[in-house]
């Protein structure tokens, strides 16, 4: 391959997407380094995702972001250029040009780590744009014109809400309670109630198994979760409802509907009436947990509504906003 391509990256907490122009998403990995701390030797993504937990003492797992910013900038590295490697963007002439996105609401000090660190892996160009502001176009969502969007971009360490006219963020808020929050509640609740150990990957099953945040609609499901009794020390077997999960996540949950209303409250009336009629978008893995869009619906009295892909929001908005540079 001579020439180089152009690339979107949706560096995210818990998963990175790589989206190629032209071809679309060309890579989707979780965000998990393992290095071996005696040879140096490094793998990332699935491979490295499954061995959390799992590990002798030369081998360290690292989460190099934390709250969708660099926490660990040499492991993040590693990771983006074994990633860009993988997908053979990179020319024998020339370099990729690469758009990243970031929280809406990070320092300059966080941008340019970010920067740094897709320039070390060979980047020509590195452009920086605000996650929710690429979420609402993957979404489907027409921000170009003078009217009120709304998108709620749930990811694994933030949740981005953002208000959009004419291309650009009119009012936004990011917080650091998302997807890594509740998995953390969980694993606090089996913890407390239970006095079981048990592990994020356990918790996020629990997550996409048996959670719900909205009991009204009666769903109640229950599954089996196995850890370490805190007591004994020994292998336990306890069952978890859905009405227990709502509990865990409760607290969590309302921090979101919090943010959400206080964004509201700053939006200037004429696209908040906008934002009435069309509705609220969420997007990122957090979108999917069950009912926090009718939660949101009553508690904002706002329509509220899944994008058709959550996951792949941001990546697909990358490849729009290269098309468009």
């Known amino acids: 391959m001579l020439f180089s391509k152009d690339i979107g990256i949706d560096l995210g907490t818990a998963n990175i997407l790589i989206y190629e122009k032209g071809k679309g998403i060309v890579l989707e990995e979780p965000s998990v380094v393992a290095k071996n701390v005696k040879t140096g030797k490094a793998v990332a993504g699935e491979e490295a995702r499954q061995m959390i937990g799992r ?20 492991a993040t590295e590693l990771m983006l250029k074994s990633f860009i490697n ?21 320092t300059l000090v966080e941008k340019n780590a970010i920067r740094e660190a897709a320039e070390k892996c060979g980047a020509r160009n590195v452009i920086i744009e605000e996650e929710p502001k690429i979420a609402a176009l993957g979404a489907g969502m027409d921000i170009s014109r003078p009217s009120g969007n709304m998108v709620i971009d749930i990811g694994g360490g933030t949740t981005d809400i953002a208000v959009l006219s004419l291309g650009d963020i009119v009012t936004s808020a990011s917080i650091k309670v998302a997807g890594n929050r509740f998995d953390k509640d969980i694993v606090d609740y089996l913890k407390n109630n239970y006095k079981l150990l048990t592990g994020e990957r356990t918790a996020e099953d629990v997550k996409f198994g048996v959670a719900t945040v909205y009991l009204k609609d009666g769903k109640e499901e229950s599954m089996e979760v196995r850890g370490r009794d805190m007591i004994s020390g020994l292998p336990k077997v306890v069952t978890i409802t859905s009405t227990e ?55 904002l009295s706002v329509p509220v509504f899944v994008a058709d892909n959550p996951l792949h929001c941001v990546a697909v908005g990358t490849g729009m906003m290269l098309d468009r540079m």
């Not at 590990?55 to 040499?74: L, S």
Request: glycine letters at 10%.
């Open 86 to 106: 993988a997908v053979k963007i990179k020319g024998l002439l020339s370099q990729p040009r690469i758009l990243i996105c970031c929280p809406s609401n990070i």
């Open 55 to 74: 590990t002798p003492g030369k081998i360290e797992v690292i989460k190099p972001m934390k709250d969708g910013v660099i926490a660990d900038i040499e």
């Open 245 to 299: 999960v709502e509990g865990a996540l409760r607290e969590s949950v309302r921090i979101i509907v919090h943010a959400t209303k206080n964004i509201l409250e700053q939006t200037p009336p004429e696209l908040a009436a906008d934002i009435m009629n069309k509705g609220i978008v969420l997007t990122g893995g957090g979108a999917l947990l069950d009912g926090l869009d009718r939660l949101l619906a009553d508690e």
